[in-house]
Nanobody
Framework: QVQLVESGGGSVQPGGSLLLSCRAS????????MAWFRQASGNEREAVAA????????RYADAVKGRFTISRDSAKTTVWLQMNSLKPEDSAMYFC???????????????????WGQGTPVTVSS
């Protein structure tokens, strides 16, 4: 079992920045995945960004490319999501997810992750 604890959500004005953190209770395998998903009210949960713990390969949703950056620590227990140039449409509950084994082609597939955090809210509003 892997427990995940997220932090860093909050309220910010458009154009602002937030840094989300997610700490895992154990290190994630090099060939696993660490990811951020989000779910806005009335919408389905969608993938935002993912990273391969070992190689550091990343993938971003088109909506956040160039504005968000995902990273992890060398111990592969913490994953961050630096969010810049935030827009109102970025408002959502953000969830951290990890998998100890991941076929990269499924890295944006919700069902490929078996461990989830409780979520941290992000509100972008003037």
């Amino acid at each position: 079992q892997v427990q995940l604890v997220e932090s860093g959500g909050g309220s910010v004005q458009p154009g602002g920045s937030l840094l989300l953190s997610c700490r895992a209770s154990t290190g994630i395998n090099m060939n696993g995945a660490m990811a951020w998903f989000r779910q806005a009210s009335g919408n389905e949960r969608e993938a935002v960004a993912a990273i391969r713990p070992g190689a550091g390969s990343t993938r971003y949703a088109d909506a956040v490319k160039g504005r968000f950056t995902i990273s992890r620590d060398s111990a592969k227990t913490t994953v961050w999501l630096q969010m810049n140039s935030l827009k109102p449409e970025d408002s959502a509950m953000y969830f951290c997810a990890v998998a100890q084994i991941m076929n990269w082609q499924f890295v944006f597939t919700e069902g490929a992750y078996n461990y989830w955090g409780q979520g941290t809210p992000v509100t972008v509003s003037s």
